[in-house]
C-alpha cells in the first residue's frame, strides 16, 4: 500500500511550484538579460572594423554566454573523471 506523503512535504511542495520561477526560470532569464544589454552597451562602445553593431552585439552575447558553459562542462568533466 502506498504511503501517504506527510502534510510537510505537501507544504514544501506547494510552496516550491509558487516559487519555482525565482528558482528555476529566473536565473537563465537574468543571465540573457544581463548578457544582452552588457552586450550591447560594449558592442556600442568598441567599434570593430568591419563589422556591424548587431554583428558585435551577436559575438559579445555568444562569448558572455558560451564561455561560463564551456567552463562549467570542462569543470564538470575533469570532477567526473577524478
Excluded at 24 to 35: M, N
Amino acid at each position: 500500500m502506498p504511503r501517504q506523503p506527510s502534510r510537510d512535504q505537501e507544504e514544501r511542495r506547494r510552496i516550491f511550484r509558487r516559487m519555482e520561477w525565482v528558482f528555476v526560470i529566473a536565473p537563465p532569464l537574468l543571465a540573457l538579460f544581463i548578457a544582452g544589454f552588457g552586450a550591447a552597451f560594449v558592442a556600442w562602445l568598441v567599434p570593430l572594423p568591419g563589422t556591424s553593431f548587431w554583428g558585435r552585439w551577436a559575438l559579445l552575447v555568444a562569448l558572455l554566454l558560451g564561455v561560463p558553459v564551456v567552463w562549467q562542462a570542462i569543470v564538470w568533466l575533469h570532477n567526473r573523471r577524478g
